[in-house]
T-cell receptor
Framework: AQSVTQLDSQVPVFEEAPVELRCNYSSSVSVYLFWYVQYPNQGLQLLLK??????LVKGINGFEAEFNKSQTSFHLRKPSVHISDTAEYFCAVSARAAGNKLTFGGGTRVLVKP | GAGVSQSPSNKVTEKGKDVELRCDPI?????LYWYRQSLGQGLEFLIY????????KSGLPSDRFSAERTGGSVSTLTIQRTQQEDSAVYLC?????????????FGSGTRLTVV
């Protein structure tokens, strides 16, 4: 079984400042890693995913994440946030095998202030 | 269709009544998932369908919850004798396969309120 911990439930940040959202996972098998964003009153949208290869993954809207196997982390970063980045962000993990579903972290709510 | 469609978008029901929530996945997506998102909580896995395989029901919280997927496409999640703790947003997602490497495409959810 897998588990995901998002260390920050809320992250306030000023517009144009950088932001980092922390995600740690545990798993006994190799995993795929994902970040999703949920804007108010909407479903979840895939931001980026790590499957294999380069540990630095670039996604939509200027976000990127780095997979660190030794630290079992997959932190999400953006160098300069906009008001429109105000949303909830979910880290998720899936085992590298058929028949496995995504396990989500508890989410991090990002509030961008002007 | 272009995306995952869920209906209704909002549902208010009286305690003890049964409700049915519908999910229409993206055409060609063989995997379909139901999750529940309670206020201030993360996403709780409920059930997973993959092709013609038996569904993974391991996340269903009680026997009042059931789901079916007809013809490998549309899915219905049924909650019998609803309780107030069932109030949540129910999210459906589909993906191309069940290998775990495809991201999910989520619907906008059904917000269920039990009064």
């Amino acid at each position: 079984a897998q588990s995901v911990t998002q260390l920050d439930s809320q992250v306030p940040v000023f517009e144009e400042a950088p932001v980092e959202l922390r995600c740690n996972y545990s798993s006994s098998v190799s995993v795929y890693l994902f970040w999703y964003v949920q804007y108010p009153n909407q479903g979840l949208q895939l931001l980026l995913k790590y499957l294999s290869g380069s540990t630095l993954v670039k996604g939509i809207n200027g976000f990127e994440a780095e997979f660190n196997k030794s630290q079992t982390s997959f932190h999400l970063r953006k160098p300069s946030v906009h008001i429109s980045d105000t949303a909830e962000y979910f880290c998720a993990v899936s085992a590298r095998a058929a028949g496995n579903k995504l396990t989500f972290g508890g989410g991090t709510r990002v509030l961008v202030k002007p | 269709g272009a995306g995952v469609s869920q209906s209704p978008s909002n549902k208010v029901t009286e305690k003890g009544k049964d409700v049915e929530l519908r999910c229409d996945p993206i055409s060609g997506h063989t995997a379909l998932y139901w999750y529940r998102q309670s206020l201030g909580q993360g996403l709780e896995f409920l059930i997973y369908f993959q092709g013609n395989s038996a569904p993974d029901k391991s996340g269903l919280p009680s026997d009042r919850f059931s789901a079916e997927r007809t013809g490998g496409s549309v899915s219905t999640l049924t909650i019998q004798r609803t309780q107030q703790e069932d109030s949540a947003v129910y999210l459906c997602a589909s993906s191309l396969g069940g290998q775990g490497n495809y991201g999910y495409t989520f619907g906008s959810g059904t917000r269920l309120t039990v009064v």
